[in-house]
């Protein structure tokens, strides 16, 4: 005897209704772990095409070990901002873009000592960059040593000799008419001091494991960004300059690990008494950006 019969035929509805509800929620659940697992790759593809675009050091050991520095212990604490009058905050904008619109690269200096206690405070400043995963990729080596900015001098110009003779090109040199450079860069040892910026590839547990430094160019590319901040309202002058082929040799100099490249050399002083800058405009508002 068949039991189930009756029992379809009067509760089908209810079935057909529990059946299609289970459908959905199987439907649903696959559809989100399909993008969270698509979310996830394009992570993965981004840290990957980071890591690959990292010239010379990668952040993978050779064993395939990656380490992050994330601390799930770390407490988080209320944050409270200043919040100024609207008219207040007009001002502050204008003084500041009115104190950094006064920032020039200055290629001629002084050699006026400067006290360390002011560089260090422009350092800390530094210090406060954002940094991918709060990794803080830069080290700074602030070079006042008299021969030992002579080293550096005649390792950036043997290199500056050769990218102008040979790997720059007509085309970049060109460009750089304009700003009158040339392979020679007597500041590194007129100015009091020099800032070798390093971007740390990948950071060191004392263990040995390597830290993935994400994103670490772009974070030490902001944090020298805050450099250059904190030096035009600390009253110092600085040129951003870029050591090219330079950087193994620098590091070596300095002493710096192999998980540091050298990405920026900064003579830090007062321009000189007859310090000229080309005379460069801006661009308008217009032209930087757009509201929508
Ligand atoms: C990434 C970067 C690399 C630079 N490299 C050099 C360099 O190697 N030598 C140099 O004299 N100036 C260098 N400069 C400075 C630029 O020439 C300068 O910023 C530009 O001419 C605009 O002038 P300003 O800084 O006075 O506004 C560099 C600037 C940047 C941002």
Redesign the pocket.
């Known amino acids: 005897m068949d039991v189930s019969a009756p029992f379809i035929a009067n509760y089908w509805q209810y079935i057909l209704t529990v059946c299609i509800g289970i459908i959905i929620v199987q439907f649903i659940q696959s559809f989100y772990k399909n993008s969270s697992s698509t979310n996830r790759s394009s992570v993965d593809d981004n840290r990957k095409i980071f890591v690959d675009n990292d010239d010379d050091e990668g952040c993978v050991d050779d064993n395939g070990n990656q380490s992050v520095p994330t601390d799930d212990d770390c407490e988080h604490i209320p944050y409270g901002m200043v919040r100024y009058p609207n008219d207040e905050m007009l001002t502050r904008s204008r003084h500041f873009y009115e104190e950094m619109n006064k920032?020039?690269?200055v290629?001629f200096f002084s050699d006026e000592p400067v006290a360390l206690n002011v560089i260090e405070n422009v350092l800390l400043t530094a210090g406060t960059a954002p940094s991918g995963a709060h990794t803080e990729p830069w080290f700074f080596a602030v070079v006042s040593n008299p021969e030992v900015k002579s080293s550096i001098r005649e390792i950036v110009e043997e290199e500056e000799r050769i990218n102008y003779a040979k790997r720059m090109g007509q085309k970049w040199l060109d460009d750089l008419e304009v700003?009158k450079?040339t392979w020679r860069k007597p500041y590194i040892e007129t100015a009091p001091y020099v800032i070798v910026v390093f971007k740390q590839v990948y950071g060191l547990k004392k263990d040995g494991t390597r830290i993935v430094h994400y994103y670490n160019e772009m974070s030490s590319s902001i944090c020298v960004g805050f450099l250059l901040a904190a030096l035009q309202n600390a009253g110092l002058a600085t040129?951003?300059?870029?050591p090219?082929n330079s950087g193994p040799r620098l590091r070596q100099l300095l002493g710096r690990p192999v998980n540091e490249k050298a990405i920026?050399l900064l003579p830090v002083g007062f321009p000189s008494s007859d310090a000229t800058?080309?005379n460069?405009h801006?661009k308008p508002l217009e032209e930087l950006m757009v509201t929508i």
């Open positions: 920032r020039r690269s290629r700003i450079t040129v951003t300059s870029t090219m920026l800058v080309p460069f801006r």
